[in-house]
């Protein structure tokens, strides 16, 4: 916990486009389950966005380790401050995340830039951070196709990418992004493709956030 404590404890930056991401995950979240890859140890952060009918919450990464610093900050009900600041952001009930830790929580391991396995469907899957470490596009091709198979019909995917620094780039090998190919990926499979571009300002690593999102054709039954 130690470090998670240290690395996503900290106040909320506002400069920082998280007002963005998490207006864009509120807007745009439907149904009551949700499959969030990628995901780090920071599903309940962006958990402040989503509604409060949640019946199933599934939470993937290539590693448990982070899914197990989720799995203990929402036992513990010890949310981070930025946690409660973004729930106060957002306007929600100060018991919003005390709330959503009563739903079922499953956490699974794998990779998301090769093929899913078995989960069932969910109405929504996030990716928050994830499409922007893609190195090639046959790796957001198979992203794309294993979320295309995980949704319901109607079902949205959203998810936001953070732009490298040519700096950041750098430090990373000289890393290229294929933040430019998101779009058209997931025209290819899904329907009602949204794009948003959020530059940011005095950040060393970052200088902006394309935000997505795309939803399956077919009647909702939510």
């Given at each position: 916990m130690?470090?998670?404590a240290?690395y996503?404890?900290?106040?909320l930056?506002p400069?920082?486009g998280v007002?963005?991401?998490?207006q864009w995950v509120r ?7 949700w499959l969030?890859?990628g995901?780090?140890?920071?599903t309940f952060f962006?958990a ?7 019946r199933?919450?599934i939470?993937a990464?290539?590693?448990?380790e982070?899914?197990?610093?989720t799995r ?5 009900r010890a ?6 600041e973004?729930?106060?952001l ?5 018991t919003?995340l005390?709330k959503?830790?009563?739903?079922p ?6 990779d998301?830039f090769?093929n ?8 929504s899957i996030?990716a928050?951070?994830l499409?922007?470490i893609a190195?090639?596009d046959a ?9 295309h198979r ?5 079902g949205v995917l ?5 732009e490298?620094?040519?700096?950041y ?9 294929r933040l430019?190919n ?7 499979w899904f329907h009602s493709?949204?794009?948003?571009h959020?530059p940011?300002?005095d ?9 997505f ?6 009647a909702?039954?939510?």
């Open positions: 130690r470090y998670f240290q996503y404890n900290d106040k930056r400069e920082a007002e963005e991401c998490l807007a745009r979240f439907i149904g009551s389950s969030d890859v995901a780090g140890p920071t962006w402040t966005a989503v509604p409060m009918n949640l199933s919450v939470i990464d290539i590693s448990d982070p899914l197990k610093i203990d900050v929402v036992l513990a949310w981070p401050q930025a946690y409660r973004a729930v106060a957002l306007a929600r009930d100060s919003h005390d959503l830790a009563h739903v929580l499953e956490s699974r391991v794998f998301a090769n899913w396995p078995t989960l069932g469907k969910v109405d996030s928050l951070g499409l922007g190195s090639d790796q957001l091709e198979t992203f794309a196709a294993s979320a995980s949704l319901n019909p109607g959203l998810g936001a990418a953070w490298f620094s040519e700096a780039a750098r430090r990373l090998g000289g890393r290229r992004q430019a998101i779009g058209p990926v997931l025209a290819r493709v949204a794009m948003k959020v940011l300002k950040d060393e690593d970052y200088v902006g956030i394309v935000l999102s795309a939803r399956m054709l077919g909702t039954a939510f």
